[in-house]
């Protein structure tokens, strides 16, 4: 397993852009496939974006396809979320997360999980 650390999250407007980093510890974190999630308040972890072990494949959620990029760099151990174009429908905890299963979209598929950092989007 890895130990993983997110940061960036804020405040932003609508129409608006954040960057979130996700830190990894560990020497393996190249092997994983990695993932963003979200949780909005009263509502189910959802995913996001995911990434393979190399960054050659990138998958996305419809309801941010277009807007958001995921990328990754193994050499620093890091991964991130590029959000664009924001919406207040995107205001939620983001979870960065590691899986050893290629092309996983599900929460239990991800065995390590950082602990989020809040984005809310004001309208």
């Known amino acids: 397993q890895v130990q993983l650390v997110e940061s960036g999250g804020g405040l932003a407007q609508a129409g608006g852009s954040l960057r979130l980093s996700c830190a990894a510890s560990g020497r393996t974190f190249s092997m994983y496939t990695m993932g963003w999630f979200r949780q909005a308040p009263g509502k189910e972890r959802e995913f996001v974006a995911g990434?393979?072990?190399?960054?050659?494949?990138?998958y996305y959620d419809d309801s941010v396809k277009g807007r958001f990029t995921i990328s990754r760099d193994n050499a620093k151990n890091t991964v991130y979320l590029q959000m664009n174009s924001l919406k207040p429908e995107d205001t939620a905890v983001y979870y960065c997360a590691a899986s050893s299963q290629y092309g996983s979209r599900w929460y239990g598929d991800f065995g390590s999980w950082g602990q989020g950092t809040q984005v809310t989007v004001s309208s």
């Open positions: 990434i393979n072990w190399n960054g050659g494949w990138t």
